[in-house]
């Protein structure tokens, strides 16, 4: 049966019900807009069991009134165990302590706040494995996350080559708890995990990105594989598949990658969500295993699916 069908039958009892002998348009368009009401608050599989109208909350809404996800009340020491906040944190620091940060004549970060700031983030493994030598800010993913970070969140200001602190940065740097929640809102709500890499498509992993929440909430106490992860968001946006236009190799391999690259490597790893533990990699049985953090669970508060 399907919807239309659906809708019919319902129509047709509601008017039963009611005794009505020819109805109105508007009665009509009454029972139509209870029957839609069911739909939306009805929970779905591919969804973990959340209604179309929570996701639409999870999706477009995340940690406001009435979302799913909401963040748990954190205690100051938990924001320093967040690797991107540490280096969010320090930049403005720096720039406060010299009121204007001068710029590259590229547009980059100094070399010396580029090496101080990735000390205290993540280790990112083409650099530890000296693959790439630091030397400028576009060497580093989280750096390069880092000032995004706190342009995004309109807490420093670029004039004449130089960033400086604003009214609102300035605030921020006062509350490490607010800073966090900023920060974590404007990465999980603004930030486009696509900047790093060169995948044809624009919207995996930034489409429903609250919803990797909500799976590694449900299964990642144990470690799972991230194609475990990639088959449940494609379920849920199946529709993304289509965006691949890649050739080397299949369709659902390529979306999987870069699911993988861009919610793992990129954006949970260095929130401090998750462990990754890869083995044979570049190799036909690479494994790669996702396990939350013990500061996940800090971090986050979910309401749980019907």
């Known amino acids: 049966m399907n919807k239309k069908e659906e809708l019919q039958i319902y129509v047709e009892k509601r008017i039963r019900e009611t005794g009505i002998g020819i109805p109105t348009l508007e009665e009509l368009n009454g029972f139509v807009a ?19 109208t929570e996701m639409q909350h999870i999706m477009y809404n995340l940690f406001g009134k009435n979302c799913p996800v909401q963040f748990a009340d954190f205690i100051d020491k938990d924001c320093d165990s967040v690797p991107l906040f540490r280096q969010i944190k320090m930049l403005p620091e720096m720039i ?53 970070a706190v342009e995004l969140m309109g807490a420093v200001k670029k004039r004449n080559n130089s960033l400086s602190l604003t009214k609102n940065g300035k605030g921020l740097m006062k509350d490490n708890r607010k800073l966090l929640s900023s920060v974590l809102t404007v990465m999980l709500t603004k930030f486009n995990p696509a900047y790093f890499d060169r995948y044809s498509s624009d919207n995996i992993g930034l489409v429903g990105l609250g919803f990797n929440l909500v799976l590694l909430n449900k299964y990642g106490k144990k470690d799972q594989r991230d194609m475990f992860y990639s088959d449940k968001y494609f379920k849920a946006f199946p529709l993304l598949l289509e965006e691949t236009t890649e050739r080397y190799m299949s369709q659902d391999k390529v979306a ?11 954006l949970f790893y260095h929130l401090g969500f998750v462990t990754i533990e890869e083995m044979d990699k570049y190799k036909p049985n690479h494994t790669k295993l996702i396990r939350r953090t013990n500061l996940f669970e800090v971090l986050f508060n979910f309401k749980h699916a019907n």
Not at 34 to 52: D, K, T
Not at 101 to 129: C, D, F, W
């Open 34 to 52: 209870e029957w839609m009401q069911i739909e939306n608050s009805r929970p779905l599989a591919h969804f973990e069991g959340y209604s179309p």
């Open 96 to 148: 406060e302590k010299e009121e204007n940060l001068k710029l590259t004549q590229t547009g980059n970060l100094p070399p010396r706040i580029v090496k101080e700031m990735y000390a205290v983030g993540a280790p990112e493994p083409h650099i530890q494995s000296g693959i790439v030598n630091l030397r400028t800010e576009k060497d580093s993913i989280s750096v390069q996350m880092a000032r995004i």
């Open 256 to 266: 999987a990658n870069c699911y993988s690259f861009r919610i793992f490597d990129v």
